[in-house]
């Protein structure tokens, strides 16, 4: 065990919270206690290891919606370089619905040092914002990213969104042009129901 996963247990185990691997915090604690996560939210950024910092992070998966601090999940994705550090608090994001975030979750993901992050970004985009603020963004995003876009577009999309993607459509290869076709059934579905 290295000393910054020694300092990390005992300060968890001084909370309440003992352990003697970041498995068993997933393991033990699910869903995660707002006291754990709030922990390890601010013990993330003082670990020097890599590895552990994403192994804490992915940890989070387990926290109530809508109960992590979005600021701190964004100053950790906007203080690393690392890809897999930056997808995991991603997938944090999307999964937990961290409180106040909008606003940086909307530049985030129109942001390209997002990289391969973008994906998630934007499905939670999807999935936290009204349609009238994800569309936009999410449109705006598709023009660059167009397979990071893609499927959370299809999740909120319109008929006008629709139109977008038939249009993109005929010159589509690849993965994108079976994303397209899923999105567009999935708009045409929903739009199917409302009536």
Known sequence: MSDAEARLFAALAEAGFPVSSVAEIRDRYDPLPSGLAALLLEWIPRLEDRRLQESVA???????????DGA???ELFDSTTDD??????????????????DEWLLAAVRDRRSGASRNLLAAAVAKMMPPERAVPVLLEVFQDAPLAAVHPLGKVGDRSVRDVLAAVLPTAIGPLRRELRQAMARIKRRMAKTR
């Open 58 to 68: 992915w940890a989070l998966l387990a926290a109530r919606s809508g109960t992590l």
């Open 72 to 74: 701190a999940l964004a």
């Open 84 to 101: 897999d550090l930056k997808r995991a608090v991603a997938s944090v994001i999307h999964q937990t619905r961290p409180r106040n975030i």
